[in-house]
């Protein structure tokens, strides 16, 4: 292997001359692989405007980076920008020193040093990686991640794209927090109007949409605010609807595709008109193979489909977002050149009384989503200010009496007879090797006050918080309670979960990422086999940016009972 300092002085010279790309940062002799990325600004134009962004090696996203299952991974880590940055590698197994989460993991890359994370490669599939550092993450600090398997593919493809979505706004993103901060719905750009109330008082009455109206405001919370921020625009591999990316295909093809939502608060429904998606991998890991029509991706998911297109025409990829303010588009096979007419909108949903957890005996949600009635007698409607001691708890809920992790909130709206992917749908490929029963269980309650946003977990932003102490080779479960109307996509540092879907232990998918829709609750299972300090959060930027954050920490102080 080459010397470090050779090595960097190779890859320093090199960036002065023009941008690098996967190929040219990075140095293998089959036992170790070694790459240099270099975190800096760079300018953009996404919008039609010029803004300033960052950049992994002058590119959004970064480079692709790449290994086979058993290499060792040595990436140096150049931080040119004048404040302290990081790389995570999401969904990795690394030691803790290892895991880029600063404060937590290491201290951070100081501006104008240079970091080498160095550690085994302990697993196959599709991964990203991200700054952990400020909101570098939504300025353009990302890119994926894709380890090979030493065997034969359990899915085998003729050919691969990676598809990163990622959402972007022109504005800084510390100012974009700061309007959340000051309004919360600085950027609900679809409130309800007085139409909208005289059109339902003509669907279902007077009384009833007095009510419902009544409720919500007792919530301090609004049906269409599905999104804290719209006005994005999306992007698909850095670009734009305006020159979408092209991805060759030849017919009778197995291509398969790696979804990675590296968005910063966006969820995508995807979907290839045309096409037939079989999902054959969820968050990395392999499991059994499921055709599907559609799929929703929450922020930092990822999913891997084969399709198998059968002649040379054209397919668009269209990744809408949740909100349904926009799309990431993609053209798959054709001619480059093809051109697509863009997509029509979906409908925008509304969250209904039913969402947020009111148990109405099976009463019509009506054509608007809307609940006819606002007698919930799950929930506490008191607005309990606790901010000054770092609580933030606009409502309480009693948990809903059922997962109902067969829906999405709000519904993805398919047609009629199209299979949309739901967690239920995942089965491990390969079996856990540790079936054992919880011996710990932990609630952890998703809260937050959306007048003040601010977003805890159990009732605590992450200053105030107290770590989640475990001890090393515990089976642990953990029941998430949402007692907001968002979604929230867990994210357990260091170890994947499985999730209780309805499968066997042997069989429940592992995933990195864990949706919890509005007024859900939904439990997970894990070992606690790698001990050290790990970061534990909402992985919608903003929300961990406003407190929903905690830190788990794994002793090996009793390590000598556990196997």
Request: proline share 7%; aromatic share 8%.
């Amino acid at each position: 292997m080459i010397g470090r300092r050779q090595f960097l002085a190779s890859m320093a010279a090199l960036s002065t001359a023009r941008p690098s790309f996967a190929g040219e940062n990075v140095f293998s002799n089959g036992r170790t692989k070694e790459y240099a990325l270099s975190i800096g600004e760079i300018d953009v134009n996404f919008t039609g405007a010029p803004a300033r962004g960052l950049a992994v090696n002058g590119q959004v996203p970064g480079p692709s980076l790449r290994f086979i299952e058993g290499e060792e991974a040595v990436i140096h880590v150049t931080n040119t920008l004048n404040v302290m940055s990081s790389i995570h590698w999401h969904g990795l197994l690394v030691p803790p020193e290892m895991d880029g989460v600063p404060g937590i993991s290491f201290e951070g890359i100081p501006p104008g040093e240079t970091f080498t994370y160095r550690f085994p490669v302990r697993q196959t599939g599709t991964y990203w990686y991200h700054s952990h550092s400020g909101y570098q993450e939504q300025q353009g600090v990302y890119g994926s991640l894709i380890i090979e398997p030493r065997g034969g593919e359990p899915a085998p493809f003729d050919r691969e794209h990676t598809i990163v979505l990622s959402d972007w706004l022109d504005t800084d993103p510390a100012d974009v927090h700061a309007n959340l901060k000051s309004m919360s719905d600085y950027y609900n750009y679809a409130q309800r109007t007085v139409g909208d109330f005289f059109d339902f008082v003509s669907d279902e009455g007077l009384s009833a949409a007095a009510t419902e109206r009544l409720a919500w405001g007792n919530m301090r919370m609004t049906p269409t605010d599905l999104s804290d921020i719209s006005g994005y625009t999306f992007l698909l591999n850095g670009q734009t609807n305006d020159q979408p990316w092209f991805g060759a295909t030849k017919p009778g093809e197995r291509v398969r595709l790696r979804f990675i939502n590296a968005g910063a608060m966006s969820y995508f429904d995807v979907r290839i008109p045309g096409l037939k998606m079989t999902v054959v991998e969820a968050d990395g890991q392999a499991v059994v193979p499921v055709p599907v029509d559609e799929f929703r991706i929450a922020v930092a998911e990822t999913y891997d489909v084969i399709v198998e297109p059968q002649d040379d025409t054209p397919h668009q990829i269209i990744a809408e977002a949740l909100d349904r303010s926009g799309f990431a588009i993609g053209r798959l096979g054709g001619a480059v050149d093809a051109q697509m007419t863009m997509p029509s909108a979906r409908p925008r949903k509304l969250l209904s009384m039913n969402d947020m957890g009111g148990d109405h005996g099976g009463m019509d949600h009506g054509q608007h989503g809307v609940e006819a009635t606002a007698t919930m007698p799950q929930m506490d409607h008191s607005m309990m200010d606790h901010a000054a001691m770092g609580h933030a708890t606009p409502m309480a809920m009693v948990a809903p009496v059922i997962t109902r992790d067969n829906e999405h909130v709000p519904p993805v709206d398919a047609p009629e007879g199209a299979r949309v992917l739901t967690y239920q749908d995942l089965v491990a490929l390969h079996p856990n090797d540790d079936a054992r029963e919880p011996e710990q269980e932990l609630t952890m309650n998703l809260g937050g006050n959306m007048e003040r946003y601010i977003w805890t977990l159990n009732g605590d932003k992450f200053s105030e918080a107290t770590p989640i102490y475990l001890e090393y080779g515990q089976r642990v479960r953990i029941t998430y309670v949402n007692e907001t109307m968002m979604n929230h996509p867990m994210h357990l540092h260091g170890m994947f979960v499985e999730l209780e879907n309805g499968q066997p232990p042997e069989t429940r998918p592992r995933k990195h990422i864990v949706n919890v829709g509005p007024g859900r609750r939904y439990s997970v299972t894990f070992t606690a086999d790698e001990a050290g300090e790990w970061a534990f959060h909402c992985h919608l930027l903003y929300h961990m940016a406003s407190g929903m954050m905690s830190k788990v920490v794994v002793s090996r102080v009793n390590a000598e009972a556990r196997p």
